[in-house]
């Protein structure tokens, strides 16, 4: 059965910085991951996905790298602002459906 | 154009009522995903709908009934909730028709519903 974990569970860096997200999965027979952003309250809004082939994709300040061997993901933010504040998930789409991590707390404080 | 409408954006219904969320996308996705996530959880998968025809329902009671009138529409109705199902209900949409996901999903801004 697949799992997905997101390490930190939460994270407060000061605005600037550059930061990493984890995710972790236990089946490497995936189809594709997405990251998702959410603010409070909110929908989801995809930010980037990568198919099972792939190793990376970037948008903007934003690069999502995958590891399928590893059974890794990371996504990187560049220079951080305080919009970027919100909860970061990831899915993993394994066995026809998205299996979710936790997601990650991300907060830039100004 | 990669937007999913969901209204209402907020309800607040008896355990007696009826009401109904409604999604629409106009992006030619061939399938579409009810999703219910409570607070701090990730979205748990209620329904796929595959080229307009139901293809998962996991195990969703028959208090809600979903309905896709056509590929641009979905709707979820709901009926003698109880105050347990208060959640935000999310509505996705994406291009490959078999429901597999194995391309983007795009998600709506939900419906907060509670049941009061």
């Known amino acids: 059965k697949q799992e997905v974990t997101q390490i930190p569970a939460a994270l407060s860096v000061p605005e600037g910085e550059n930061l990493v997200l984890n995710c972790s999965f236990t089946d490497s027979a995936i189809y594709n991951l997405q990251w998702f952003r959410q603010d409070p309250g909110k929908g989801l809004t995809s930010l980037l996905l990568i198919q099972s082939s792939q190793r990376e994709q970037t948008s903007g300040r934003l690069n999502a790298s995958l590891d399928k061997s590893s059974g890794r993901s990371t996504l990187y933010i560049a220079a951080s602002q305080p919009g970027d504040s919100a909860t970061y998930l990831c899915?993993?789409?394994?066995?026809?459906?998205?299996?979710w991590g936790a997601g990650t707390k991300l907060i830039i404080k100004p | 154009d990669t937007e999913v409408t969901q209204t209402p954006k907020h309800l607040v219904m008896g355990m007696t009522n009826k009401k109904s969320l409604k999604c629409e996308q106009h992006?030619?996705?061939?399938?579409m995903y009810w999703y219910k996530q409570k607070a701090k959880k990730p979205p748990e998968l209620m329904f796929v709908y595959s080229y307009e025809k139901l293809s998962i329902n996991e195990s969703v009671p028959s208090r809600f009934s979903p309905e896709c009138p056509n590929s641009s529409l979905l709707n979820l109705h709901l009926h003698a909730l109880q105050p347990e199902d208060s959640a935000l209900y999310l509505c996705?949409?994406?291009?490959?028709?078999?429901?597999?996901?194995?391309?983007?999903?795009?998600f709506g801004q939900g419906t907060r519903l509670t049941v009061v």
């Open positions: 899915a993993v789409n394994s066995n026809y459906q998205l299996i």
């Open positions: 992006m030619g996705h061939r399938a």
């Open positions: 996705a949409s994406s291009q490959d028709g078999t429901g597999r996901g194995n391309t983007e999903a795009f």
